[in-house]
């Protein structure tokens, strides 16, 4: 079903009839639904029925307790990086990137070998 043609309220009243079905399937009350989400029952009502916006906190709140927060990353997926962005990203680790140092040798103050010399002694 396409709801780009929906008006923003029978946006709300989709969503509400979404949230009820979800409900409805798990077996959820509304009593029960609402404590678990930690919102009043007259906010789930508000939800369910597309009456008034409740708040997205409402609604975050009211994913978790059903389950399904998880499910937003499917509702706005992040967008793929700018090439532009990635451009940046290589720029900075080329910056960052160090030369190895060699094996074998000691870099620390106080090793046991001596100072290389001419050996003019």
Do not use: C
Not at 105 to 116: A, D, I, L, R, V
Request: avoid cysteine.
């Amino acid at each position: 079903m396409s709801i780009s043609h929906l008006s923003n309220q029978k946006v709300l009243e989709w969503l509400g009839e979404r949230f009820r079905a979800t409900r409805l399937s798990q077996n959820i009350t509304m009593v029960d639904l609402a404590e678990k989400a930690g919102i009043t029952e007259r906010t789930l009502y508000n939800l369910e029925n597309g009456t008034k916006s409740v708040g997205l906190l409402n609604v975050v709140a009211v994913l978790r307790a059903l389950g399904k927060l998880e499910e937003l990353d499917q509702f706005l997926p992040a967008p793929p990086p700018r090439a532009e962005a990635l451009v940046q990203i290589e720029k900075l680790q080329a910056k960052t990137r160090q030369r190895a140092s060699r094996s074998g040798q000691s870099t620390h103050e106080g090793s046991n070998k001596k100072p290389w010399t001419w050996g003019d002694d």
